[in-house]
């Protein structure tokens, strides 16, 4: 745009000489006919002053002359337009009908705020059932979760139970070795007995923490396992959408191929020359199938070996894409098409990835908390047998024994608070593990809820909201932004708030290098100037606009909205020369003059001619637009 605008201030300039050229044939006659006029008015008058007074007055001379027209000017204006880095637009993930807007121009937004919802729309068989299962996977969750308080708390009963009924145990002790009326001591002693009891009582609990553990641990495996399969598919899903870009999205590759590619297999119509790139994704596809079928997959650090190699293929892929558009050979729907392909592939394998490492992690820390609890009561139950082994040699039925029943007993009693006090924290740790399995569950299936749904317009960036493009009830696309914020953190305003861009024509390509400082102001604001330092320049010209892209540095205390049009001036390097008619020129001394008016007389000044053909004349030198000329004048 920038070079037809340059091509028609020539063909405007070109008309100008014609307009003048006329003009200046049209201005001879006038001129003559004038000249003519003024004489016989002269005559006239000197006779009828003749003939009224002997006395005459002087006469000023009129002079006629011309404008000078300016042909080159050591100064060019630029359109271009200001880059805010701070500002950042919002767009929906999915087309449809906006039901409600909670964000408004000058809010403040954070990542991940809800900043409109899209009326809900069916999804595709596929994500309904997705959904559908991540639904009752999380009801599966919530009703563990209820049965395991109920459970629970029925565990904590019993064993206040049987604490209640050890105190009636010690009363009975008691009433059974003292006499109730000299308080002397009873023949019977039940110590034994109560040992074996308490030996049963963590025999049970011994069983039913080692069930607790190979269920907790089968159920943590069979996540790992599930893991797995996600991540499986996911790196299938990365190899096929692999295939689809190589071949162009033109269906090259019969789906699932499993065969080594060479860079010749690549579909033409992407374009691609660069070797470079055509080696790098070749070589990590065909290093991403052995990994993936060739080597298989056995063992967790196969699943992220194999994973690492996806990413990296996919990056491989985005480059081959991003040169593919360069080349223009592919249609920008099929751009499209080909990277919203690969981010998904990407989006598939960060969320296996994660899922699966979720699940590893909460294997070690299961496994860790349900081993411990089961070597407490076995070492518990192990003590206790030894207990009991020593109360049977060492059973005598005396004073000191029913004593130490008794205090055994109370010891009981003790062990058994105690017990209760852990079975209570245990019940609580199994109780908030539930729900916390309840929580992943709900929270995994909102997620999916929401990727499939997509009602919900969240914010990918931090900032205050400064453009809204949406109202409720309007139908909206995916490629139409919603939002815009600004003051939005992102790597290239760390380095500059504020750029201005605009293109350079080809032809003056040389005139401006990096650090080089530009000035430029508002188109309504023309006396207000603004600096700006160049920073980056474009290494190729656009082959539409033969131009080169340039960007120039704003202050960060300069702030500009974003896409604010501006006027950059460039100073050329050139003269200023002026176009003039041939016949004004004179010569003397080798040296070229005209005749100026400053005053009431013609003046000398001299000038440098460029160029001459007879007609016209440019010339440089001390003139401008306002010099006057003068026509047909040679001196006194």
Not at 26 to 35: A, E, F
Not at 214 to 235: F, H, P, R
Request: hydrophobic share 35%.
């Amino acid at each position: 745009m920038k070079k037809m605008n340059f091509i028609a201030d020539i063909h405007q300039k070109r008309i100008k000489e014609i307009l003048l050229t006329k003009k200046y044939v049209i201005g001879g006659i006038i001129c003559v006919l004038l000249i003519g006029g003024v004489s016989f008015g002269k005559v006239s008058g000197v006779s009828k002053e003749n003939e009224n007074t002997d006395i005459q007055t002087p006469q000023k001379t009129a002079y006629n002359f011309i404008y000078p027209e300016k042909i080159h000017d050591e100064e060019i204006q630029l359109i271009g337009r200001v880059l805010s880095h701070e500002t950042a637009s919002v767009f929906p993930r999915r087309s449809g009908i906006v039901g409600d807007i909670l964000a408004d121009i000058g809010d403040s937004v954070k990542k991940g705020d809800v900043l409109a919802y899209l009326l809900p729309e069916g999804v595709e068989n596929e994500s309904s059932l997705e959904v559908e299962t991540q639904r009752n996977a999380m009801q599966k969750a919530k009703d563990e979760y209820e049965n395991t308080q109920l459970l629970e708390q029925a565990g904590i009963d019993r064993m206040e139970q049987k604490v209640e009924e050890k105190f009636v145990n010690l009363r009975t002790i008691k009433n059974d070795n003292y006499s109730s009326q000299d308080n002397g001591l009873r023949m019977e002693n039940e110590e034994i007995n109560l040992a074996e009891a308490k030996l049963s009582v963590l025999e049970t609990q011994l069983n039913k923490a080692e069930n607790n553990r190979d269920a907790k641990l089968q159920e943590s495996k069979n996540s790992i396992e599930n893991a797995q399969d996600t991540v499986y598919v996911a790196l299938q899903h990365t190899y096929q959408t692999a295939l689809d870009v190589m071949g162009g999205g033109s269906g090259r590759f019969d789906e699932g191929s499993n065969r080594v590619i060479s860079e010749n297999d690549l579909n033409p119509s992407l374009g691609i020359l660069d070797v470079n790139v055509r080696n790098e994704v070749v070589a990590n596809f065909n290093n991403y199938r052995k990994a993936l079928y060739v080597y298989g997959i056995t063992t967790d650090e196969d699943y992220f070996t194999a994973i690492e190699g996806g990413k990296e293929l996919l990056m491989t892929l985005q480059r081959l894409i991003d040169a593919s558009s360069s080349s223009g050979k592919l249609s920008s729907s099929m751009i499209n098409d080909l990277s919203n392909k690969i981010h998904l592939s990407q989006d598939k394998i960060d969320s296996a990835s994660e899922k699966l490492q979720k699940a590893k992690d909460s294997y070690t820390v299961i496994q860790a908390d349900v081993v411990d609890a089961v070597s407490i009561l076995k070492r518990q139950w192990e003590e206790q047998k030894q207990n009991i082994a020593l109360l049977q040699s060492k059973w005598q039925k005396s004073k000191s024994q029913v004593e130490s029943q008794i205090s055994l007993t109370e010891s009981g009693i003790e062990q058994m608070q105690k017990e209760l006090e852990y079975t209570r924290a245990m019940a609580q740790k199994n109780i908030d593990a539930a729900k916390n399995q309840y929580n992943i569950a709900n929270t995994a299936y909102l997620k999916v809820a929401a990727q499939k749904g997509h009602t919900a317009l969240i914010s990918p960036f931090s900032g205050i909201v400064s453009k809204r493009s949406i109202e409720v009830g309007q139908n909206i696309m995916m490629s139409q932004s919603a939002f815009e914020l600004v003051d939005v953190d992102t790597s290239l305003s760390q380095k500059a708030k504020n750029e201005i861009q605009f293109g350079l024509p080809e032809d003056l390509q040389t005139i401006l290098s990096l650090d080089d400082e530009i000035t430029f102001f508002l188109p309504e604001q023309e006396t207000k100037l603004y600096r700006a330092r160049v920073t980056r320049i474009s290494p190729q010209v656009d082959s539409e606009l033969h131009t080169f892209t340039v960007q120039a540095k704003l202050l960060d205390d300069i702030s500009l909205p974003h896409h604010t049009s501006v006027q950059v001036k460039i100073s050329t390097g050139e003269k200023k020369s002026y176009r003039v008619d041939s016949s004004v020129l004179k010569r003397e001394n080798n040296q070229n003059y005209v005749w100026i008016l400053k005053t009431d007389e013609p003046e000398r000044l001299y000038v440098d001619v460029i160029e001459e053909d007879g007609e016209f004349a440019e010339i440089t030198g001390d003139i401008n637009e306002q010099t006057k000329i003068v026509l047909n004048y040679y001196g006194k």
